[in-house]
């Protein structure tokens, strides 16, 4: 073997392989394939759910997964699965395995985006030129997928710029990184210009991408619109196009043609579960019962051996069936969601307000409060478990039940925790029309704002005084207030921060900022202030934050 080839067989020995098939003629073939190509270390699992467990308890540089693994998850549901729990280094490679290239298998597939498609039946020269090229390819960016992890996005752009220089053969790899890159930096007309650069040399789909997304983070909605609607017409297969364009529709108040989108996307790819609840969701809005049955339906069965898997599809399901006079059905659901969510509390919340809807609709007022008391009872244990869907449910029926004040209080914290998201606030004041509540409820939406409003800019003003120990003290009583409120929490984290750096480290103090940023993290990854508060957390300490993987 020449000596060029020599060397990086010498270092695969040292790479930790697993095969995922459920075959075990196909893992024998495939081990002597790899162990003639110099790799040592091969590890098996023969499904999904074993797969899954092997990622969990060791860091594997390659990963050859079957599409097709029998009963149980899918290779796809493996993939949608490490990615989603963050289970894979940015630098495995994860190679997908199959012996069928169905449009509705590719596309599932290529939504969560495997590094490779192998299709059976490969020779070990294949093998070998796809691993090296992967290997190489993940090699290069390793710097900057380090600084990536640690927000550090200008960092990681003058690396990405050196490297386009050094590396042409990942030249495509590279630009599309740099155009990610400028859009988390917030450097918006930058980005702009060197996505048009680039559209200017071809059509690009991720530039196409790139450039509507922009137009949508800075409000040209139309604009978005275009764009999404010309990337359809040139290639149908590009999903993000469809959500985005979704998206950027219903931002626009046109609920009836991004449910026409959606459902045009679930026609290419029916497998993506969290696509179809949207759909489910959308087409309820619009009272098209049918198709929202349809979307929920197929959200339950596909997400049976999903990480996607959620209760909001079954508690949809439900509230479709009762919308659509058959609330006996939708209980039926419900049960069938108790039993599968058995362990998880806040889920139980959802499902108990969904069932006091289900019941309000068969006219037994007394198994409705029933179940409301059974969902307050876990949320006043644990604050945790409310969000703005159980909210707005809850809101729904306390209100509809006559019980005005609690329904009010309810929608109040949703308010106030969401005070910034445009989407909960014309929801609720929707739900305040449909209730023919509408003045009363502009009113309340007014005072829960202002109140929000009044009580960060008394914080700020008293860290703009310089009287830090007081903001502190503050931001902390309005976290437990408001525990879900990006802004309040960013601010939190903000005095403690400049306390330390007067002060000096406290490990307790150091521990409050860790939570409140990674609750902003929790509640919105992309929170555009969050790469600077990272930033100066990381001056304080070289301690990781909870949702950063080590990447070495």
Same mark, same amino acid.
């Not at 196009?241 to 529709?249: F, H, S």
């Not at 307000?353 to 007394?366: I, T």
């Given at each position: 073997?020449?000596?060029?080839?020599?060397?990086?067989?010498?270092?695969?020995?040292?790479k930790?392989v697993l095969?995922?098939?459920d075959?075990?003629?196909?893992?024998?073939?495939?081990?002597n394939?790899?162990?003639s190509?110099?790799?040592?270390?091969?590890?098996?699992?023969?499904?999904?759910?074993?797969?899954?467990?092997?990622?969990?308890?060791?860091?594997?540089?390659?990963?050859?997964?079957?599409?097709?693994?029998?009963?149980?998850?899918?290779?796809?549901?493996?993939?949608?699965?490490?990615k989603?729990?963050?289970?894979l280094?940015?630098?495995?490679?994860?190679?997908?395995?199959?012996?069928?290239?169905?449009?509705?298998?590719?596309?599932g597939?290529?939504?969560?985006?495997?590094?490779?498609?192998?299709?059976?039946?490969?020779?070990?020269?294949?093998?070998?030129?796809?691993?090296?090229?992967?290997?190489?390819k993940?090699?290069?960016?390793?710097?900057?997928?380090?600084?990536?992890?640690a927000?550090?996005?200008?960092?990681?752009?003058?690396?990405?710029?050196?490297?386009?220089?050094?590396?042409?053969?990942?030249?495509?790899?590279?630009?599309?990184?740099?155009?990610?890159?400028?859009?988390?930096?917030?450097?918006?007309?930058?980005?702009?210009?060197?996505?048009?650069?680039i559209?200017?040399?071809?059509?690009?789909?991720?530039?196409?991408?790139?450039q509507?997304?922009?137009?949508?983070?800075?409000?040209?909605?139309?604009?978005a619109?275009?764009?999404?609607?010309?990337?359809?017409?040139?290639?149908?297969?590009?999903?993000a196009?469809?959500?985005?364009?979704?998206?950027?529709?219903t931002?626009?108040?046109?609920?009836?043609?991004?449910?026409?989108?959606?459902?045009?996307?679930?026609?290419?790819?029916?497998?993506?579960?969290?696509?179809?609840?949207?759909?489910?969701?959308?087409?309820?809005?619009?009272?098209?019962?049918?198709?929202?049955?349809?979307?929920?339906?197929?959200?339950?069965?596909?997400?049976?051996?999903?990480?996607?898997?959620s209760?909001?599809?079954?508690?949809?399901?439900?509230?479709?069936? +009762?919308?659509?006079?058959?609330?006996?059905?939708?209980?039926?659901?419900?049960?069938?969601?108790?039993?599968?969510?058995s362990?998880?509390?806040?889920?139980?919340?959802?499902?108990?307000?969904?069932?006091?809807?289900?019941?309000?609709?068969?006219?037994?007022?007394?198994?409705?409060?029933?179940?409301?008391?059974?969902?307050?009872?876990?949320?006043?244990?644990?604050?945790?478990?409310?969000?703005p869907?159980?909210?707005?449910?809850?809101?729904?029926?306390?209100?509809?039940?006559?019980d005005?004040?609690?329904?009010?209080?309810?929608?109040?914290?949703?308010?106030?925790?969401?005070?910034?998201?445009e989407?909960?606030?014309?929801?609720?004041?929707?739900?305040?029309?449909?209730l023919?509540?509408?003045?009363?409820?502009?009113?309340?939406?007014?005072? +829960?704002?202002?109140?929000?409003?009044?009580?960060n800019?008394?914080?700020?003003?008293?860290?703009?005084?310089?009287?830090?120990?007081?903001?502190?003290?503050?931001?902390?009583? +309005?976290?437990?207030?408001?525990?879900?409120?990006?802004?309040?929490?960013?601010?939190?984290?903000?005095?403690?921060?400049?306390?330390?750096?007067?002060?000096?480290?406290?490990?307790?103090?150091?521990?409050?900022?860790?939570?409140?940023?990674?609750?902003?993290?929790?509640?919105?990854?992309?929170?555009?202030?969050?790469?600077?508060?990272?930033?100066?957390?990381?001056?304080?300490?070289?301690?990781?934050?909870?949702?950063?993987?080590?990447?070495?």
């Open positions: 073997m020449n000596h060029s080839h020599d060397e990086p067989t010498k270092a695969w020995s040292r930790k095969l995922v098939d075959f075990r003629n196909f893992i024998v073939t495939m081990r394939m790899l162990a190509l110099g790799f040592v270390i091969i590890d098996t699992a023969h499904n999904g759910e074993e797969a899954v467990d092997r990622i969990m308890s060791r860091r594997y540089d390659i990963v050859l997964c079957d599409y097709n693994l029998g009963p149980g998850k899918d290779g796809q549901q493996v993939l949608e699965e490490v989603q729990r963050q289970l280094s940015p630098l495995t490679i994860f190679m997908m395995v199959t012996a069928e290239n169905s449009l509705e298998m590719v596309m597939a290529a939504e969560y985006q495997p590094d490779e498609y192998l299709i059976k039946p490969f020779t070990k020269q294949v093998l070998e030129k796809k691993i090296r090229r992967l290997m190489e993940k090699e290069s960016i390793r710097r900057i997928e380090k600084k990536m992890e927000m550090e996005y200008q960092e990681a752009l003058e690396i990405c710029e050196e490297l386009i220089g050094q590396h042409p053969q990942h030249l495509a790899d590279l630009l599309k990184i740099k155009g990610d890159l400028l859009i988390k930096k917030g450097a918006y007309e930058e980005a702009q210009r060197f996505f048009h650069e559209s200017s040399l071809g059509k690009f789909p991720w530039a196409l991408l790139g509507g997304r922009i137009n949508y983070l800075q409000g040209r909605y139309e604009e619109e275009k764009i999404y609607r010309e990337l359809i017409r040139a290639n149908d297969k590009i999903m196009a469809y959500d985005e364009l979704a998206k950027t529709l931002k626009l108040g046109r609920f009836p043609q991004a449910q026409e989108i959606l459902m045009q996307a679930v026609e290419v790819s029916p497998k993506a579960v969290r696509r179809q609840r949207e759909l489910g969701e959308i087409a309820l809005r619009n009272q098209d019962l049918d198709t929202a049955q349809k979307a929920y339906s197929r959200a339950v069965k596909e997400g049976k051996f999903s990480c996607y898997k209760p909001d599809d079954y508690t949809g399901l439900a509230k479709v069936l +009762a919308e659509n006079a058959a609330p006996e059905k939708g209980l039926k659901v419900l049960q069938e969601a108790a039993a599968e969510f362990q998880d509390v806040p889920s139980l919340v959802r499902i108990s307000v969904a069932k006091s809807v289900a019941f309000m609709k068969m006219n037994k007022p007394e198994q409705a409060r029933k179940e409301i008391d059974a969902a307050m009872k876990i949320i006043n244990k644990d604050p945790a478990t409310f969000n869907a159980v909210g707005m449910d809850l809101a729904r029926t306390l209100l509809s039940q006559g005005g004040k609690l329904g009010r209080e309810f929608l109040r914290r949703i308010v106030q925790s969401n005070h910034e998201d989407t909960i606030l014309s929801n609720v004041k929707e739900m305040c029309k449909e023919k509540l509408e003045g009363e409820g502009e009113k309340w939406l007014e005072e +829960a704002v202002e109140e929000v409003v009044r009580m800019n008394e914080g700020v003003r008293l860290v703009q005084s310089g009287d830090l120990k007081t903001a502190i003290r503050y931001f902390e009583k +309005a976290t437990e207030t408001l525990p879900e409120n990006k802004l309040i929490n960013a601010n939190a984290a903000y005095a403690l921060m400049l306390y330390l750096k007067a002060k000096g480290p406290e490990p307790d103090k150091l521990t409050k900022v860790r939570n409140y940023l990674s609750r902003v993290h929790r509640l919105d990854a992309d929170y555009p202030d969050l790469p600077k508060l990272v930033s100066i957390y990381r001056q304080l300490t070289q301690v990781q934050l909870p949702w950063m993987k080590t990447i070495d």
